[in-house]
């Protein structure tokens, strides 16, 4: 067994309905993906999936901070996470509030202009792991086509009502198309491929 099929949060099979209820296609941006392995007000364990042109862009998303600390392992190719801080001699982004669509809010409103610069910079692999938190401003850079990463969300330490930020150098993002959900069969055949890859089996070996 490998150090990341032992890991406790993914050595059993996961509820497929729970998953269905909880994953999101085209997060954030196309062919960014998460299937939720469990989801609690206190620990939530996400898989993000990278495929396609996602995996060539300079960066995934825009600067963001987050509603809750976290750990990321990578389970699958390499990823790079990239650090941001205020700076005056940084460069200029517009800061937006952002209330997700997910928990019923209306997406990005501009806040006000900043600067930006890049504080910190790691490359990750197979087996590896950073932790964040939510305060810490960054985006991630995809170094391998069908990167996987997994989340562990603590707690929020953000209430829902209160806006998290995204830094962009123009417009906010548009969200058209975006958050669209996965079938019972597409998680099935996406874990499939994850345990012909990595070993780590979550359909609880049923997955052929
Ligand atoms: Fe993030």
New binding site residues.
Partial sequence: MTMLQRLPYLDRAISIDHSVEHSIRDYHVKGFDYICVRRSPTETIKLYFFDGDVTRLPEV?NP???RYD?DTWVIAGASENVWFDLDPRGQRFNRFHYRTPLNGGNGFIFAEEVNLAETRRLQREAGEHYF?HADEL???RIVENETVLMLRQREDVVPLGVPTSTFARGDAPSLSGLYSRFTADEIIARLRRLHERTGIDLLGGGSG
């Fill in positions: 998303v963001h901070d987050h976290f964040m960054h985006t991630i």
